[in-house]
């Protein structure tokens, strides 16, 4: 059974960066596309930026584009998200989570979702 385990969040002040790591385990990541999704307080969950089984098919939210990068390491069988310039509006719980295939985009519906991690930016 495939487990997603994101780590990396905490506290950071605006204009920081982290690096967010969804490590799987229970089966490959190499056939799953992975998302990045986001949920603020009292807001609905957005997706923040996914990646396709191939490397260079990726998508971000426009409210990320030119600060975050996401990039998967098969052989490590983990997927990162590297957030720079983070702003406040950036804070909330981050999930990770996979859909079997070649997907683009964050629209599709994910079927396997980690615990969250939570970034929270302030000064």
């Known amino acids: 059974q495939l487990q997603l385990v994101e780590s990396g969040g905490g506290l950071v002040q605006p204009g920081g960066s982290l690096r967010l790591s969804c490590a799987a385990s229970?089966?490959?990541?190499?056939?799953?596309?992975i998302g990045w999704f986001r949920q603020a307080p009292g807001k609905e969950r957005e997706g923040v930026s996914c990646?396709?089984?191939?490397?260079?098919?990726?998508s971000y939210v426009n409210s990320v584009k030119g600060r975050f990068t996401i990039s998967r390491d098969n052989a490590k069988n983990t997927v990162y998200l590297q957030m720079n310039s983070l702003k406040p509006e950036d804070t909330g719980v981050y999930y990770c989570?996979?859909?079997?295939?070649?997907?683009?985009?964050?629209?599709?519906?994910?079927?396997?979702w980690g615990q969250g991690t939570q970034v929270t930016v302030s000064s």
């Open positions: 989570a996979a859909v079997p295939g070649p997907k683009l985009g964050c629209s599709d519906r994910y079927v396997y």
């Open positions: 229970g089966s490959t990541l190499a056939y799953l596309s």
């Open positions: 990646i396709s089984i191939r490397d260079d098919m990726t």
